[in-house]
């Protein structure tokens, strides 16, 4: 009995483990390429007994694969199509604030509207050209003033009193230029020099309305005349007794006006005066 038992056991379990691997060659998809090593059979098959009557077998040596997700690692990759696909596309991180075509459309713009260098050192040469041709003409413009002013002043000095010493002839000059001073007279030397000439006998200085030319005909008298009215003009000429005479006449005439004013000094033959 006892030999006939353990007989039995024996042949119980030659047979569990022949149906086991039977089992496992009968589960194995023949298509199926092992690329890595099969997990070792479990003892559960072996004990047939304990699983339950429905329990599927497909848990058992089925073959375990690392998948390696990056490439370049020889016959052990396996490339998943989801992982490559993913890795293949182009991936951009855009901030959620920026939108890239608004910006690269502002940008533009801006770049569009800014000048470039060439244009700005063209503007600044065109800048500087024109406060200096700005410049220019107002120094023309000044000199011909200038000229204009000098070329009365000589004029009444040589009409006036070429024939008188140097003194008597800034005197003459000094008179002019305090009547330019005086808001009651023009603003200007010609102003006060050519007062009142469009009428005959009506004008400040004879020789302005007397209906003679006014030809020069001394050139040394001219010559001085013209010194003395640019030194007159630059305040190099003083004379401390003319500081407000505003008239003058010869000596050898009485005009009316002259009872209204105050005496001031007799130079040569002209004899001046402050209005009273």
Known sequence: MAFGGLFLVMAFAFAGHYLGQNAVAHNADPGDVLESVASPSSNILAKGSLMPQAASLDIVNRSSTQVVALGGKGDFVVKAPKVAEAAEKAVQIVPAAINLEEESEESEERTALAPSPRQVEKAMKLKRSAAKDKDTKKEIHQRRVQLAEENCLARAIYFEARSESELGQVAVAKVILNRVKDPEYPKTICG?????????????????????????????????????????????????????ATNYHADYVKPKWAKSMKRLVKIGRHIFYEDS
Request: aromatic fraction near 8%.
């Open 192 to 244: 006060v020099v050519y007062q009142g000439s469009g009428r005959r006998n009506s004008c400040q200085f004879s020789f302005a309305c007397d209906g003679l030319p006014d030809d020069v005909k001394s050139a040394a008298s001219w010559s001085q005349a013209k010194r003395l009215a640019k030194k007159v003009i630059a305040g190099d000429a003083k004379v401390a007794a003319l500081t407000t």
